[in-house]
């Protein structure tokens, strides 16, 4: 079995998912299970409507419904041409999905209020939505294909808003609901994102969840590949908008993948198709514009012959740095530094120390207010905003000599401000100034790609 997961792009017009259809025709012989993300853009409405219904801003959520509506009217008109009759269930499921989706609303804009549960139901509409479009499509083009109500097989814990998928339980309605369907010939097609929990309350996954179900699928059913359809060809060593002739990696290691999502190169969240991966399930990225490109494959083994991977950014950093006597004898001294970013959930991305002084950096900065007021209550504190990070990713760095000289060789007139090397043996970490990032991650791609 073959877990297929399209993305929002990949379903977001007829176009795309008469498209998609074709894909999974060739595909038909290793017998697929399709799971599908809503339409592009739909959660998104879905989300802003929850937030206009809470502020009893009714013309602005009939806005978001009516915006919905016919994003989803349009694609079915333009999808099948004819056959009214066959059609009318789709329309009838649609337009009472959508008519329940308005209800809600309104239950919130009386209410004016909203909580996690109650956004999650509402935004598990988009992908029971649209991945009932896709079974009518697939069924419309001869590809036998039966719809799977989502919640029916991923159950979830109750932490609404990013659901854990309970994979002892998946694994057991897997095997009750889509094996049957694969062993009788037919294309199971679910949507992702959404779940159930145990006590039969519709959840999420979290934004970008749909891989998260893809993983979980795959795993549940034992695949011998996941893939995750989407609008670019694969991993690449940078960003196109820096880098436009950046290449597409034809293999990477789910622990590079990991380092590159976290340094901004995101195509997806590493951390959803990891327990796939470690179970030796591969994970292919494919671009569903250009379905005969290879892709890029994510295994527990990383490529030999390629030892740099990607340069990897973020900008808008913020770099903290903590300096006070202290730090040289007391003890306990870094935990209560670290407690201060605990308290206030902000998540610390790169930290270098010496004897006195404490560097880190921070890509979320709603909490900076108070963590500096907390800070100062035992140490000096210095904020300097503006700040980008580069990542140089790849294998076995403390093995290669050379690398460093050729890296600052690259970054001759750069300002450094932080280095970190060596915690995870697969990547090179800098912090530069935010004016200096782009001709940094250009003369480095040079030295490390071009020149190579
Ligand atoms: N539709 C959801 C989102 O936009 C889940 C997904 O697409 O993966 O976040
Ligand atoms: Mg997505």
């Known amino acids: 079995m073959l877990v297929m997961k399209y993305g929002g792009t990949s379903v977001g017009s007829a176009q795309r998912i008469g498209d998609l259809t074709k894909i999974v025709a060739s595909y038909h012989d290793k017998d697929p299970i399709v799971v599908v993300s809503a339409m592009s853009g739909v959660t998104n409405l879905l989300v802003e409507a929850c937030e206009k219904a809470r502020t009893a801003d009714y013309n602005a959520f009939y806005r978001c419904v009516d915006e919905i509506t016919q994003k989803h009217l349009q694609c079915i008109e333009n999808l099948f041409d004819g056959h009214p009759e066959q059609l009318k269930p789709l329309y009838e499921y649609v337009l009472s999905h959508i008519k329940e989706i308005r209800n809600l609303l309104e239950g919130i804009a009386i209410l004016k209020e909203l909580t996690p549960r109650t956004s999650d139901l509402i935004n598990s509409y988009g992908e029971r939505i649209s991945s009932m479009v896709v079974t009518y499509a697939l069924n419309s083009r001869g590809i036998p294909a039966q719809h799977v109500d989502a919640r029916d097989v991923v159950i979830t814990d109750n932490e609404f808003g990013s659901a854990k998928p309970l994979q002892d339980k998946i694994n057991t309605k897997a095997a009750e609901i ?51 359809w989407t609008d670019v060809d694969g991993i690449l060593t940078c960003d196109p908008r820096l880098i436009p002739h950046a290449k597409v990696l034809s293999k990477v290691s789910f622990n590079e993948a990991s380092e590159m999502a976290f340094f901004g190169a995101k195509v997806l969240h590493p951390s959803t198709i990891k327990p796939a991966v470690e179970n030796n399930i591969p994970v292919k990225i494919l671009n569903s514009f250009n379905p005969s490109f290879p892709g890029t494959l994510i295994t527990n083994e990383t490529d030999a012959t390629q030892t740099i991977k990607a340069i990897a950014f973020k900008r808008k950093v913020t770099v903290l740095s903590i300096s006070s006597p202290k730090l040289l004898f007391g003890y306990g001294y870094m935990s209560k530094l670290f407690s201060v970013f605990e308290k206030y959930k902000t998540s610390i991305d790169l930290v270098a120390t010496s004897e006195v002084s404490v560097s880190m950096s921070l890509d979320s900065t709603d909490q900076i207010g108070n963590i500096v007021s907390d800070l100062s209550q035992f140490a000096d504190v210095k904020v300097e905003n503006e700040l980008a990070i580069i990542s140089v990713v790849g294998m076995n760095f403390s093995r290669q000599s050379g690398l460093a000289s050729k890296i600052f060789s690259a970054l001759q007139t750069v300002n450094i401000k932080m280095i970190s090397f060596g915690a995870s043996d697969i990547n090179f970490t800098l912090v530069v100034d935010m004016k200096e990032l782009d001709g940094a991650v250009k003369n480095l791609h040079r030295v490390l790609f071009d020149e190579a």
Do not use: F, H
């Open 178 to 228: 889509l094996v049957p369907i694969v062993k009788s010939g037919k294309v199971p097609v679910m949507g992702g994102y959404v779940g159930r929990t145990q006590d039969g309350i519709t959840s999420t996954l979290g934004r970008g969840g749909s891989d998260y179900t893809a993983a979980v699928i795959g795993l549940a059913v034992n695949a011998t590949e996941i893939q995750i």
